[in-house]
């Protein structure tokens, strides 16, 4: 069975981690080290993002293959398909069912850096609905198909119904879940989940959550997503904002209270855009009361008494 469609289809909370892939071979030896260390926190799955275009794709396999495959965690690839050819798909594809890899997020991509507008593309593929159509055409029911959903709309979308009809499409054509972009305002969240629902989608609907770990992403990842962000919020972070410990602390606080809200309107999964940082992913669980807290290992404090024993 595939996991992450029996987590969908059970009667408890569950979370779920997202990674990217490093652009260094440190680096992705660093994530390995955190993910084995986050695998404590008991995700359901990890997923992995793919740069647009597939130019790193080789690192996201790897790291894919390594999570799935050493870490024994339920992985899933996301998968872009358009600025690049049918056959790095095709690859793409083969080499996931390969390595043991059942779960797919199934995304259009956005347009080549410096190119504000889509266009269509020569493949086939324009949009994430001809890729979730087009995997269940070769591989029948292997794959476990997620798609991209946005509360506030698709940036490239003006008219919230239209991108609603387009959401439907892309669930009918196969896919298994939703995962949301990151929004900080949760009544924009329920009220578009109510959407989705009044329109006949079904399928379960995780949460994207992005907790703030400095005030200078924050406002560049808000502002690249066109976010809407509560005037509370800013109210909150002004004060803090060059302090970034106390930045990092209000960004647990706010997403153990968003997810709260959350899951007191019924939503039980719940997935974390981690950034590659394992400390405010792991505070918010343990906010949550999803899991115990967990001891760190500090170095001892210097103690000048024991220096001296020790000349
Ligand atoms: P689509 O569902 O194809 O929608 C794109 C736009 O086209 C929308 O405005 C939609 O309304 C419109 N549309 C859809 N079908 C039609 C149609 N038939 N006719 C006209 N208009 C239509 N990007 C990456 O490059 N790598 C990643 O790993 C990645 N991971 C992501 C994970 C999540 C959870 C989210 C929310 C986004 C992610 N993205 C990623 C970003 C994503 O690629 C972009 O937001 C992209 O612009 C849209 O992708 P999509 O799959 O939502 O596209």
Not at 209 to 227: A, H, V, Y
Request: aromatic share 10%; net charge negative; hydrophobic share 35%.
């Amino acid at each position: 069975t595939q996991k992450i469609e029996k987590a969908l289809a059970e009667e408890r909370c569950f979370w779920s981690f997202e990674y990217f892939p490093p652009k260094t071979e440190a680096g992705v030896i660093n994530l390995y080290d955190r993910m084995e260390r986050m695998y404590q926190l008991g995700p359901e799955f990890i997923d992995v993002t793919w740069n647009a275009g597939g130019s790193s794709s080789d690192v996201t396999m790897q790291v894919c293959t390594t999570a799935q495959s050493v870490y024994g965690l339920e992985t899933c690839m996301h998968l872009t398909c358009t600025n690049m050819p049918r056959e790095k798909i095709d690859i793409a594809l083969k080499d996931a069912k390969a390595a043991g890899i059942q779960n797919i997020l199934a995304l259009r991509g956005d347009p080549p850096r410096g190119q504000e507008n889509w266009t269509k593309c020569e493949t086939g593929f324009s949009y994430a609905e001809d890729l979730v159509k087009y995997i269940r055409e070769e591989y029948g029911d292997y794959f476990c198909i997620g798609v991209a959903g946005y509360p506030e709309g698709h940036t490239e979308n003006q008219d919230p119904e239209h991108d609603m009809k387009h959401l439907k499409n892309k669930v009918d054509a196969g896919a298994d879940y939703i995962v949301t972009q990151l929004f900080y305002d949760v009544d924009i969240f329920l009220k578009w989940h109510e959407e989705c629902r009044k329109v006949g989608i079904t399928i379960p609907i995780l949460p994207g959550i992005m907790p703030i770990q400095n005030f200078g992403g924050f406002k560049r990842m808000t502002s690249l997503c066109k976010t809407y962000v509560p005037d509370s919020i800013y109210a909150a972070l002004e004060p803090i904002k060059e302090d970034d410990k106390a930045v990092k602390d209000y960004g647990v606080q706010l997403a153990v209270d968003m997810c709260n809200q959350m899951k007191a309107a019924g939503i039980r999964g719940f997935h974390f855009y981690t950034l590659n940082l394992e400390r405010s992913t792991r505070l918010i669980l343990e906010g949550l009361e999803f899991i115990a807290p967990i001891p760190q290992v500090r170095p001892l404090p210097w103690n000048p008494s024991l220096a001296k024993n020790r000349e």
